[in-house]
């Protein structure tokens, strides 16, 4: 037995020898092995560059290096449209490559070659005040230029053998990581993948063989093909190179820290505001150790340096109180945040971007060198490679307080919504012979967990047994009974959602350049804000040039009064009968529309303002009238309504007319589509400015956002200025600006109508040149028109399952301001101590009365242009609106002034054409005077009585009433007899507030006289 124990025993240890030796020999033999292997693969590798035959754009080194070639060759097409492509233009190929998987040895020469490179991106205003910079700044160093401290530490860290070890990797190491990964995988039963120190050698070759990703990272494929490659790499560099070289690109180019830092230069720069040659022990110590992660990463950072310094302190000699003070001094780092973007002006580098883009399309590039033209993304050529200049025609002074006055109006902040948050969605084909009705909010509790996620997309959504799951379905149809069936699953969840829409824009109304921007769009929005986003604009911009067409084409004249509370017959075109409600008119239904019933208008109090001047009219924003202007333009064109009129004009802007939104879809234009007039012809806020701005000197740019000359004034690469090839078609809408003061004497009242806005002082000044009764020298300025929608948007800090709306205010303006000098830092010599200019403002924002009070497009967007005017603004002590308007009242004939469109003068039409041959010479005033008669008593002065007979035509029914009245007063002799006539005139009812007033006035003439 003992014997029998003594061989199991021999030959276990036996058995644990052989595997140990054989353990032992398989090592080296692999070792070997691998050794033989991949320094045979280097020598083909090094061969193969010395035949040119490894390739000249795999990796990021040689798209780097092929990235600032194309660059110049777009520089040149950009700053000499003539010039195309050419092969010399590309890399240097001479030869095809036979390996394009491996980069090109000679890369590490190209990289240590140049010592610095300095792209920049730089907008700035139309005096060349910066505004925005997007700089990408390497430089690169030689080995003398480092702190002795970083260097050492780097190597201690890293590769602590780096100039001793014969090969460019450690067999150790990757038996090391196999087995620490087996023990793991086994321990945890799950599979740890292997992981090793890497020398510095296998770096710079992972460096040569990686790429960029879209968020402008550097990336490495994780694959045993790729790591071989590596090896391979990294042996060959070893022996085509020296060490020294091989190092100055690993801390020029290995090295990242986020923010778009690479290298050690860069990220010292950045983190510390330091040279590496300047860094204290404790700084050189943090950026050795950052590489392990390549991100600025604090608190690991310093947890490896502790776990470093007991290895590292015998190379420097520092002695365990050296070690403790130095950890001490760790802590207390502090470092600087590097920004990509240098600029407060979100908007206006999306505003640059987008435009400076439109320009590359206007020089025919394709699609893809314009997704490189980018600056909005990381990774762009442009963004790396370009050196750009972008001025813009934005005006800081005007960016400035418009930035101001918006921030200080209180619109409500981003914020986050417990709410419907999409998970997946699903759709398919079906055929269904009934129409199939949509299915909305489908609530329901998940019994079990379940996965969601979005056809086509590799993100998905998991969510547990007991979450709320909300499902909709809709149908759309897409053939004879074939539909669309779509499936949109929801769970409720927090949701960060952005803030009180706003958007703000002001151009030169002379020349339709861009002057100033803000909204909630930054870079990457695409200019949302500006372009893209769609509203209907209310009544801010129709009404007042459906107005102003009336009075160019003479349908109106500039002392036209007119009504809104009076029924028109047909055949006029504006035919209308009231609106009535429990036998209470509130407003009018037009007849001339294929609607069923007619088109019901009530203005916004459901009131009835009657009959005054059109241009008070505009000025209360009255809607039935402003209907009636839409359909007095129906066949000013041939088989033109006033409806079809005024979209085609909203598209010489840009604006999509030719279909509308309909619950079917969208439809082609109805003829019929009179709402317009109240504006629900939807608009970009860049659109609905130019449009706007026709008012102001009959220019209408023809699609404005299609022209980058209207937003960049300037535009250079390199130094080397870019053509802008821009033009410009101009249309004039109306025959005589002249016709069209009416309507802005009406804007301007509108602008300056409420006292507490201290606005009465910024009239036009009459010393322009103008005057009421001729054409205007220049054109007119400070008038504003407001809109605002019907309740058709949900409030941004609602949940989506609210029935709760709001509505956009718009609000446009005309000013005329003088802008100082004084308000840069560092002023231009050409520019004027005061410019003067005139601009043209358009605001569009959503209500929400908790946060910015009343809910019109006045109240909510007036601020802007006070505070513009009170900033700028040119105080006047009489002026051109105020002079006008008392020229009008005075020249309105007595016919318009008093007349009564209610009702005819019940009175002998005899005696009435006798009434007025003898007046038609007469202008009524107030005055009215009593004269003393030949023989005895006071009577009226033969004037004065022609003056009230005049007026019997405008009593109406009650003509022939008034006309005995003013027999009586001329026959009368006495005191007493004169009051009795004076007290039965004023009991005579007076349906025009005018001539009531008037007649009033010169009663009380009469009475003073006594």
């Excluded at 803000?518 to 893209?532: H, V």
């Excluded at 609106?579 to 509130?586: E, H, R, S, V, Y």
Aim: contains cysteine; glycine residues 6%; hydrophobic residues 35%.
């Amino acid at each position: 037995m003992p014997k029998k124990r003594f061989r199991l025993v021999k030959s276990l240890f036996l058995s644990i020898f052989l595997c140990i030796l054989l353990s032992i020999g398989s090592y080296f033999f692999f070792d070997r092995l691998a050794e033989w292997y991949i320094l045979k693969s280097a020598q083909k590798i090094v061969s193969l560059e010395k035949q040119g035959l490894l390739s000249h754009e795999y990796g990021y080194v040689w798209s780097e290096i092929n990235l600032a070639k194309r660059m110049q060759s777009v520089n040149n097409v950009m700053v000499k449209p003539d010039t195309l492509f050419t092969q010399a233009d590309l890399p240097d190929n001479k030869k095809p490559a036979i390996r394009q998987d491996i980069p090109s040895l000679s890369a590490v020469a190209e990289l240590n070659r140049i010592a610095q490179t300095s792209n920049a991106i730089l907008v700035t205003d139309r005096n060349d005040y910066p505004l925005a910079e997007i700089r990408t700044t390497h430089t690169r160093l030689s080995l003398t230029e480092f702190n002795p401290v970083l260097l050492k530490a780097i190597l201690q860290s890293e590769d602590r053998h780096f100039h001793t070890r014969p090969l460019a990797y450690e067999y150790r190491a990757f038996v090391r990581a196999a087995l620490v990964s087996l023990f793991r995988s086994i321990t945890t039963l799950s599979y740890y993948p292997p992981r090793g120190t890497s020398t510095l050698h296998q770096q710079v070759a992972k460096f040569l063989l990686s790429r960029f990703d879209a968020k402008g990272r550097i990336y490495s494929e994780r694959s045993i093909a790729r790591k071989i490659r590596e090896l391979k790499l990294a042996q060959a560099l070893k022996m085509y190179y020296p060490p020294e070289a091989l190092l100055q690109v690993y801390l020029n180019h290995c090295v990242n820290a986020g923010y778009g830092l690479t290298g050690y230069y860069d990220i010292s720069m950045g983190l510390f505001g330091k040279k590496p040659a300047d860094l204290d022990i404790c700084q050189s110590l943090y950026l050795a150790r950052l590489v392990k992660w390549n991100r600025n990463l604090p608190k690991k950072i310093m947890t490896q340096i502790r776990i470093d310094m007991p290895r590292m302190a015998p190379e420097f000699g520092w002695d365990r109180a050296k070690q403790d003070s130095l950890l001490t001094a760790l802590e207390k780092l502090t470092f600087l945040r590097p920004k990509r973007i240098r600029s407060d002006y979100g908007p206006l580098v999306d505003l640059a971007n987008e435009y400076w883009l439109k320009v590359c399309r206007q020089n025919d590039m394709s699609d893809e060198e314009i997704a490189d033209m980018d600056f909005s993304k990381a990774n762009t050529m442009i963004r790396r490679k370009g050196n750009l200049k972008i001025q813009l025609t934005i005006d800081l002074r005007l960016q400035k307080k418009l930035e101001q006055l918006v921030k200080s109006r209180g619109f409500g902040a981003d914020t986050t919504l417990y709410t419907d948050v999409r998970v997946g969605s699903a759709g398919m084909e079906i055929e269904r012979t009934p129409p199939p009705r949509d299915t909305l909010r489908i609530k329901q509790r998940l019994r079990a967990d379940s996965i969601f996620y979005e056809a086509g997309s590799r993100y998905f959504v998991r969510l547990s047994a007991g979450d709320s799951l909300i499902t909709n379905i809709r149908y759309k149809k897409t053939g004879t009974m074939q539909y669309r069936r779509s499936v949109y699953c929801y769970t409720r969840d927090t949701l960060a959602v952005p803030g009180q829409y706003f958007s703000y824009a002001i151009m030169n109304s002379k020349t339709g350049e861009l002057l100033a921007y803000y909204s909630r769009d930054n870079i990457g929005s695409r200019l949302s804000s500006l372009l893209r986003n769609k509203t209907p604009n209310g009544s801010s911009i129709a009404k007042p040039i459906l107005y102003a067409l009336n009075y160019d084409l003479g349908h109106l004249h500039s002392f036209d009064m007119i009504t809104d509370s009076l029924e028109i017959p047909s055949p006029l075109p504006w035919a209308r009968k009231f609106l009535m409600n429990k036998g209470t008119p509130i407003g009018m239904v037009y007849l001339n529309t294929s609607a069923p019933g007619g088109y019901p208008v009530s203005n916004h109090n459901k009131k009835f303002e009657g009959y005054d001047y059109a241009f008070n009219h505009l000025t209360e924003s009255n809607n039935i009238l402003c209907v009636e202007m839409i359909y007095r333009l129906n066949q000013v064109e041939d088989n033109l309504t006033g409806a079809q009129l005024y979209a085609q004009i909203a598209s010489w802007v840009g604006a999509k007319t030719d279909t509308i939104p309909d619950q079917r879809g969208r439809i082609p234009f109805p003829a019929d589509y009179y709402s317009v007039a109240l504006g629900t012809l939807e608009l970009s806020l860049y659109q609905q400015m130019h449009l706007f701005n026709v008012l102001y000197n009959n220019d209408i740019i023809q699609d404005p956002e299609n022209h980058p000359s209207l937003v960049i004034r300037h535009l250079s690469i390199t130094g080397e200025t870019v053509p802008l090839t821009d033009s410009l078609t101009h249309i004039s809408l109306f025959s005589n600006m002249d016709n069209l003061k009416p309507v802005k004497l009406g804007l301007h009242k509108r602008l300056t109508s409420n006292p507490a806005d201290g606005l009465t002082p910024y009239d036009i000044s009459p010393d322009t040149g103008l005057s009421s009764d001729s054409n205007a020298s220049r054109p007119l300025s400070n008038f504003a028109k407001s809109g605002t929608t019907d309740d058709i948007i949900r409030p941004y800090n609602e949940d989506v399952a609210t029935r709760s709306r709001t509505n956009y205010g718009l609000w446009n303006a005309v000013l005329r301001v003088e802008l100082p000098r004084s308000e840069y830092d560092k002023p231009p010599d050409t520019l004027p101590e005061l410019e003067q200019l005139d601009i043209t403002l358009a605001c569009v924002g959503e209500g929400n009365e908790k946060k910015t009070g009343a809910r019109d497009g006045k109240s909510l967007h007036k601020y802007v242009s006070t505070g513009l005017l009170h900033a700028y603004g040119l105080p006047v002590d009489s002026g051109f609106y105020r002079g006008y308007e008392q020229w009008l009242i005075r020249t309105t004939p007595d016919s318009v002034r008093f007349g009564n469109p209610y009702e005819t003068p019940a009175i002998d039409s005899t005696l009435l054409r006798t009434i007025i041959e003898k007046s038609r010479f007469l202008q009524w005033n107030d005055t009215l005077a009593l004269q003393k008669r030949f023989f005895f008593g006071l009577g009226l002065t033969d004037e004065s009585y022609l003056k009230l007979l005049a007026l019997t035509p405008y009593f109406g029914k009650n003509a022939s009433e008034y006309y005995q009245c003013v027999q009586g007063m001329n026959e009368a002799r006495r005191v007493n007899e004169f009051f009795f006539a004076i007290e039965n005139l004023q009991r005579i009812p007076v349906q025009n507030p005018t001539l009531k007033r008037t007649l009033e006035n010169g009663l009380k003439q009469l009475q003073k006289q006594f």
